[in-house]
């Protein structure tokens, strides 16, 4: 693999626009005053923070999906839980300035009468204790699962049902007072995240220039591998997985791999997520939720990597407009048409359909350039 094939063109200009983006708008909403036409308010960056958290959740789920051949309907556990995590350290970091300015337990474990903090809280008080949470809670329950799943070789349509059952059933778990994360509020009320207030402007920036380099730290390593042998192989136990355990490869093994590190992607996004809206609770759990995430893809394009973000970025950006005003009872119509018609008449997505036809372009234009053969003389004048 050399490094001109992991990044080729599409995928520089895709690093250098993506930069561009996590630098320009952090420096138009802070350096110039309101009243200038190029400014963009505070509420526009928290708003485009979160499209870009979202790409980075659909950039997980089409590394599996569309390398792998993994789908999965319950990716939004792995988004919700490294959520959690986050909002768990920021829950410490409320202290006294709470309702009932309790320094230890969280508002709402004193409106519940919890005698003390749980042990699963402990050390959530420190920002790198939770950051390694928000990684190893996700990426621990995604191995768990894929080694049973894979290695039992679930596929298909019965894994997608299981990975949606799977996030149901925390979506269950989480609603309940008793598990210790506020019920079916959630966590909320943040003040500060590493001792800076999570609503000040500078704080907001910063967290939209953070969720841009995740974004292109997950991008570059997405590309990295699937670039690879690993990343064909990965092809091979898409289109063939029978033929490539014939081969001698342990496609569990590369499964398990690749289903885990989305997985972590996935809570990293959920991490960034949270303080940029102000709010998790079990609802991020919803089965619906992870289908919508898949649709991001498939709009896109899968097994593009740059489709999925592209989709993840137009699916929302219409979600908040059609979620406004008079249109806002008619949005799951417009996305279910946009599924459908994605399906019939662009199954590669928008970005797979552009590349297939740039490179049937670019394959008759070779064709026109080739030189034309000699006429071949006949069998008579060649044997004189």
């Known amino acids: 693999m050399t490094r001109n094939r992991m990044l080729d063109r599409g995928a520089m200009a895709f690093l250098i626009v993506l930069i561009a983006i996590g630098l320009t708008v952090p420096l138009l909403n802070l350096m110039l005053p309101p009243s200038s036409p190029f400014h963009v308010p505070t509420y526009l960056v928290a708003l485009f923070g979160k499209y870009v958290c979202y790409a980075l959740l659909a950039l997980s789920i089409d590394l599996i999906w569309g390398y792998a ?8 556990a792995f988004f919700a839980l490294g959520g959690y995590a986050m909002g768990m350290y920021l829950m410490r970091q409320i202290g006294t300035r709470g309702v009932y300015a309790d320094p230890i337990l969280p508002d709402f474990m004193v409106f519940l009468n919890w005698p003390e903090l749980p042990i ?5 008080d420190h920002f790198w204790y939770a950051a390694v949470m928000v990684i190893l809670v996700p990426g621990s329950l995604a191995f768990v699962f894929g080694w049973f799943a894979f290695r039992s070789r679930v596929t298909g349509v019965y894994l997608s049902i299981i990975t949606q059952a799977l996030t149901y059933a925390l979506l269950l778990g989480f609603f309940r007072n008793d598990f210790g994360f506020g019920g079916n509020n959630g966590l909320t009320d943040f003040k500060d995240i590493l001792g800076f ?12 220039a953070a969720s841009c380099a995740a974004l292109a730290v997950g991008f570059v390593i997405c590309r990295a591998l699937v670039t690879s042998k690993f990343g064909k192989i990965l092809v091979a136990i898409r289109d063939a997985e029978a033929r490539t355990r014939f081969l001698g490869y342990r496609a569990e093994a590369y499964k398990v791999f690749v289903f885990t590190l989305s997985a972590c992607m996935a809570g990293v996004a959920g991490a960034l997520y949270v303080p940029q809206v102000g709010i998790i609770n079990p609802s ?3 089965p619906a939720n992870s289908i919508e995430a898949v649709i991001w893809v498939a709009v896109g394009g899968r097994g593009t990597l740059t489709g ?5 970025v137009l699916v929302n950006y219409a979600k908040s407009t059609f979620t406004t005003g008079m249109l806002a009872p008619y949005w799951l119509f417009v996305l279910g048409g946009m599924f459908i018609a994605v399906t019939l008449l662009l199954p590669r997505g928008i970005v797979g ?8 372009r670019r394959q008759t234009e070779t064709a026109r350039a080739a030189p034309m053969p000699p006429p071949s003389q006949p069998a ?4 004189e």
């Open 308 to 312: 999925a973000v592209i989709g993840a």
């Open 120 to 124: 699963y809280w402990y050390f959530f």
């Open 69 to 76: 051949g993994i789908l999965s309907l319950g990716h939004g």
């Open 197 to 208: 207030n999570v609503q000040a402007q500078e704080t907001r920036a910063a967290l939209f």
């Open 284 to 286: 991020e759990f919803s």
């Open 353 to 360: 359909t552009w590349q297939y036809l740039a490179e049937r």
């Open 380 to 383: 008579s004048r060649a044997a």
